[in-house]
């Protein structure tokens, strides 16, 4: 599956943003989601992640409250509602897909088969 991320920009502290991942080549709903993000010098982090129908969402703890994932089968594509951004949240984010029948878990970048490219979300203080 190609995963295709968009959406980042630069925003003012207390500002949102909303990315988006349209994904391709294979069936999306057979597809758990993920997204991680990753700051210079620093090590990816989980930031979210859906289970294949939306029914089930995961969230790193720096984002609890804030963010939100999201996803329309229909339409091929995964989403992460930011709210409240902090010069902290700055980072490449990357979206990730693995087959959702693997039972891998959400929270660690290697259960994860297919990235997109990233797209830079810079806030502000």
């Known amino acids: 599956v190609q995963l295709q991320a968009s959406g980042g920009g630069l925003v003012e502290a207390g500002g949102s943003l909303r990315l988006s991942c349209a994904a391709s080549?294979?069936?999306?709903?057979?597809?758990?989601m993920g997204w991680f993000r990753q700051a210079p010098g620093k090590e990816r982090e989980f930031v979210g992640g859906?289970?294949?129908?939306?029914?089930?969402?995961y969230y790193g703890d720096s984002v609890k409250g804030r963010f939100a994932i999201s996803r329309d089968n229909a339409k091929n594509t995964v989403y992460l509602q930011m709210n409240s951004l902090k010069p902290e949240d700055t980072a490449l984010y990357y979206c990730?897909?693995?087959?959702?029948?693997?039972?891998?878990?959400?929270?660690?970048?290697?259960?994860?088969?297919?990235w997109g490219q990233g797209t830079q979300v810079t806030v502000s203080s």
């Open positions: 990730a897909a693995r087959p959702a029948v693997s039972g891998r878990s959400f929270y660690l970048s290697s259960s994860y088969d297919y």
């Open positions: 080549g294979r069936t999306f709903s057979n597809y758990a």
């Open positions: 859906l289970s294949w129908n939306g029914g089930r969402t």
